[in-house]
T-cell receptor
Framework: GDSVTQMEGPVTLSEEAFLTINCTYT??????LFWYVQYPGEGLQLLLK?????DKGSNKGFEATYRKETTSFHLEKGSVQVSDSAVYFC???????????FGTGTKLQVIP | DTAVSQTPKYLVTQMGNDKSIKCEQN?????MYWYKQDSKKFLKIMFS???????INETVPNRFSPKSPDKAHLNLHINSLELGDSAVYFC?????????????FGPGTRLTVL
C-alpha cells in the first residue's frame, strides 16, 4: 500500500535559519503530494501541493518539489520565523476518493 | 464563516459512557472524513463518506459509528468509551479537483476518557 516517511522531530532551529524537512513516499501510479501544517491547538491546514512530477509547490516562503526519480517531496524554507513553529505533515493522494496517506508529522520549534 | 466546524471542542467523560461529536461543513464538498490523532500527533483515518455513503472504513472498533444525515454533516457516535479512545478527533471534507484530494480540517475535538 501507499506510505509516507518523513524525518522524525522535533527539529529546533534559530530564527532565520534554513529549514529542510525530508519526505519520501511509496505509491502506485502518480499521486498528488501535499504538505500540511498544524499550529498548536488547531486543525491541519494545507501549506502547499504538487500534482505531477517536477511541479514545485510554494506558499508563505515554503517550497517543495515533486521528485519522481527519488520519490521525494522535501519541504524547505530559506529563513524560518518563530511563527513557523508547528507540526508539519507530508501527505499523498492517489486521486479519486481513495484515502489520503499522511506521514507521522515533524514538529518544528523556532527559537528567537 | 467557519468552513468545517465541530462540536464540542472539548469532551471529558467517564469510561463506559456513550458520546457523540458533530461535524458540519459549509464548503459544498461531497466527501467528509473522521480522523483520530494520538498524543504523538500520528493521524489515522477512521471513516470517509461520499454523498452520505460510507466509502472508507478503516479497522475501527464497532463501538464507533458514523452517521451522515446529509452531505454537509458527519457525526461520530462512540459507545462504551475506553481509556484508549482519548485523542483528538478531526473532521475533514474534500471535493475532488483535478484528481487530487485537498482536505479541509475542522478545529478538532479533544476527547478525554477518565
Amino acid at each position: 500500500g501507499d506510505s509516507v516517511t518523513q524525518m522524525e522531530g522535533p527539529v529546533t532551529l534559530s530564527e532565520e535559519a534554513f529549514l529542510t524537512i525530508n519526505c519520501t513516499y511509496t505509491a502506485t501510479g502518480y499521486p498528488s503530494l501535499f504538505w500540511y501544517v498544524q499550529y498548536p491547538g488547531e486543525g491541519l491546514q494545507l501549506l502547499l501541493k504538487a500534482t505531477k512530477a517536477d511541479d514545485k509547490g510554494s506558499n508563505k516562503g515554503f517550497e517543495a518539489t515533486y521528485r519522481k526519480e527519488t520519490t521525494s517531496f522535501h519541504l524547505e524554507k530559506g529563513s524560518v520565523q518563530v511563527s513557523d513553529s508547528a507540526v508539519y505533515f507530508c501527505a499523498l493522494s492517489p486521486g479519486g476518493y481513495q484515502k489520503v496517506t499522511f506521514g507521522t508529522g515533524t514538529k518544528l520549534q523556532v527559537i528567537p | 464563516d467557519t468552513a468545517v466546524s465541530q462540536t464540542p471542542k472539548y469532551l471529558v467523560t467517564q469510561m463506559g459512557n456513550d458520546k457523540s461529536i458533530k461535524c458540519e461543513q459549509n464548503l459544498g464538498h461531497d466527501t467528509m472524513y473522521w480522523y483520530k490523532q494520538d498524543s504523538k500527533k500520528f493521524l489515522k483515518i477512521m471513516f470517509s463518506y461520499n454523498n452520505k455513503e460510507l466509502i472508507i472504513n478503516e479497522t475501527v472498533p464497532n463501538r464507533f459509528s458514523p452517521k451522515s444525515p446529509d452531505k454537509a454533516h458527519l457525526n461520530l457516535h462512540i459507545n462504551s468509551l475506553e481509556l484508549g479512545d482519548s485523542a483528538v478527533y478531526f473532521c475533514a471534507s474534500s471535493q475532488e479537483v483535478q484528481r487530487y484530494n485537498e482536505q479541509f480540517f475542522g478545529p478538532g475535538t479533544r476527547l478525554t476518557v477518565l
